[in-house]
DNA sequence: CAGCTCACG
DNA sequence: GACGTACGTGAGCTGG
């Protein structure tokens, strides 16, 4: 995430911390080895209390804990006593520094340090940096010395007396605002840190001539007119050493070398790195604690002999052996299983993958389960292979378990808070499993975390990451299945013969999951996957599960009725054809308008360069006075909704719930928007009056309502925030029409004189520019010419010149990293901006575009995320999601309660990660189907 | 299986 | 001056 506006950095006192730790706890040692670790648990403590109270509003987005890193510092040769009576770290405080940085690293906060600066340069230069970039910054630390850095956006929190020191405070501790602190320290000077100052010259008095003579500099030219005798000659006398003061007691923002700022994004902790770092050091209470707050059960601390102390460089990542299929192993009892399941639980996860005999969870059978819990360990549990017998006749496979006997077996493991379940798209397997009780969980995913760290810039399917990341490349299943109609499928495998494909996918799955973890943070998107992936599973898979009611009786009747008005239209086309021909072929019909009847207009079309009849053209025809395109329009359109609508939904319906299911695919496109399969249910027509009946068949079962809950211009809104134009925000504050205000600035017109011509073409305008607007592309859609529609664009970079910046510098930022990101720190990678041409145009709309849509997404996704527990005792559920719209189905008299608790959800989503300069706006409605709530 | 067309935000 | 273009999706149909 690039820091700027709306992000709030906190810069902890990792040292103040430790020596504050140290001697507010009695010396405890670790029981196994002796080692002290008192300093380590006041400061775990420390740490764990400021995550839990940073919760909430205002919470940091980027976080870091700073430490010195040498006695010596570059102050050191500015005055060689710097620091020089400040006695050595106790004996048993100097082994646990590194343990505090490790502690940090477990906590997963960034731990800075940096050879030669102390922690309070690298806080200033970072806080410098922030304020430069727009955001806010939170010091934790009453270190005086840091007070110099108050204001203007940053302030400090004393973490002892929990009390904000804001530029009101620093003027109580030193008589002057912050900009003059460090003139009041040069000359009072520090006896603790050995600053020499000016002797005889306090706090007090420092202020007190700073103030009367402006600043330092000006003291010491005019010291001549100071009264007091003695205060005067102390000052000439000592204008060196108040001089080397002042440069010992400025922070200098431009000196610690580069710090980027984007890594110290905020992220969850790793339950089990923390958990296990707590274990290791035997701290009881907190590990204790901190499993409640994960909902995890109380971790085993080991208190006999422990492992020796990890090494304190970090290891090179380890050379691993090759996957190796023929090491995986069958488990056809539940005896063999028992020692699977006891590694699983000493590891803490396991890689789960389910054979499943359709593609449809809700309606598969389970041919077998796969897992692996480690490197090199593979197993596979048979359930539903096919023996002897075909077809419908056949036998099941000997010598294997029932499904139910092994997801009774796998149960404790599969709901234990204590272990993860990793995936590839694993919401399948929730929902397999769901059917059967078990509320899979904790569960890793490794699509998902691929999908954090490179959107845009690859695929996430299992092949490809394996490939990619393992350099495993496994046999093509088609290999073992035969392809074409007599291929096998998975249950057909004799049960031994498919352990080896089916394990090896475990395998793979839980080597990738250990190669991302430490990639995440490293690509700063743990935040993104643990906030914004990871928590939609199972809200997705819920909504899933639930599916919607629809009508088929009604869908029936108007397939019934769309068949003959298509009987009907086909007559005149065929008339006004001369000729029977297949109307849905575009070759064929093109043919007919271009050749056959010499009608003028036709454009070659993509790569084939085959004459063009979509609807632009078919409309130009129309509007000439050809009759034929027009009646083939109409076809066109009854013909789509048929097809694809009346006819295709009603195949869908889930003969046990009687309802439509869909699936969502969470990364199935680059910006993080949702994709509806299998039914689209995002698709459903709206824009045309017969288009619109459809919805009629989405309907509330007897007793309930759907209630549907849509952001109102929400892209535009984010627009409007994110590129910072005061117009825009203005007109979204005071709820005025957003188009309406566009075309008033841009051609003249009073608002209340708005006719409805001029409000679309801004409409247009302000679409495009969420579309990276091109003259071409606007002159199209406006049907005007490119000269007028170029005009247009001018216009409106000339009002809302923050546009133009916002695109410059969102295409620049493209250019530099190979994605751009949105508010919330997703990325989305554009590849194409490194190529030239065309290719390089499309790719700086991508970018332009991406950050919008994208926040969007990120929005309605925080929403959804929430959306389970803020409807907690409801019988209401969420059944669909459409970009900006949720669709939820509520007993009638929950329906204005569900509204006021979702709208509140939804308005208030960026909330506290952004703060938002414009309102999020949701309207919402209800009614007995899809096209009453609307 | 690619290309065209069209449904949605 | 010519490229070729609005951003993001999924599905049904044709025809090779």
Known sequence: MSFGKGHHLHLIDGSAFIFRAYHALPPLTRKTDGLPVGAVAGFCNMLWKYIEDSRGNDAPTHAAVVFDHSAKT???????????????????LRPQFPLTRDATRAFNVACLEIKDFEADDIIGALACRAREAGGKVTIISSDKDLMQLVGDGVEMLDPIKNKRIGRDEVFEKFGVYPEKVTDVQALAGDSVDNVPGAPGIGIKTAAQLINEFGDLESLLARADEIKQPKRRQTLIDHADNIRVSKQLVTLDCESAPDLTLESLEVAEPDHKQLLDFLSEMQFRTLANRVAE??????????????????AAEAAPPPVLPPIDPASYVTITDLDALAPWLAAIGQEGAVALDLQLDRLDELQAGLTGVAISPGVGLGAYIPTGHLGGGDGLFADRAADQLSPEAALDALRPMLEDPAI????????????YLARHGIALAPVADVMLMSYAMSAGAQGHGLDELSEGNLGHRRAPLKEVLGSGRNALTFARLAPDVATRPAAEEAEMIWRLWQNFRPRLPAAGVTAVYETLERPLIPVLAAMEREGV????????????????????????VFRLAGQRFNIGSPKQLGEI??????????????????????????EDLAGEGHELPQRVLDWRLISKLKATYTDALQTYVNPDSGRVHTSYQIAGATTGRLASTEPNLQNIPIRTEEGRRIREAFVAPPGKRLISLDYSQIELRLLAHVADIPALKQAFREGIDIHTMTASQMFGVPIDKMDRETRNRAKAINFGVIYGISGFGLARNLKIPRAEAQAFIDTYFERF????????????????????STMFGRRIHTPGIALNGPAQAGARRQAINAPIQGAAADIIRRAMIRMPDALEGLQARMLLQVHDELVFEAPEAEVDELIARARKVMEGAAEPVVRLSVPLVVEGGAGGSWAEAH
């Not at 570059?74 to 048993?92: G, I, S, W």
């Not at 993860?420 to 929902?431: E, L, M, N, P, T």
């Not at 271009?594 to 053209?617: N, Y």
Request: proline share 8%; aromatic share 6%.
């Open 549 to 572: 009611s629809i009508d088929p009786a009604r869908l029936n009747r108007m397939s019934g009725d769309f068949a003959q008005k298509l009987a009907g239209i086909e007559d005149d």
């Open 74 to 92: 570059f102050r050191n040769d500015l005055y060689a006593d710097y620091k020089a009576n400040r006695p050595d770290p106790p004996d048993d």
């Open 293 to 310: 707050r994960f909902r995890l059960g109380p971790p085993a601390i080991i208190d006999a002999p422990a492992a020796p102390p990890a």
């Open 801 to 820: 010149p923050e546009i133009r910046a916002y695109m410059d510098n969102t295409v620049a930022e493209a250019k530099r990293n190979g994605y751009v």
């Open 593 to 618: 308008l271009f050749s056959q009847m010499g009608m003028t207009g036709g454009r070659k079309s993509g790569k084939t360069g085959a004459l063009s009849t979509g609807a632009d053209v078919l």
């Open 420 to 431: 993860v379940k990793i995936g590839h798209d694993i919401k399948r397997d929730a929902k």
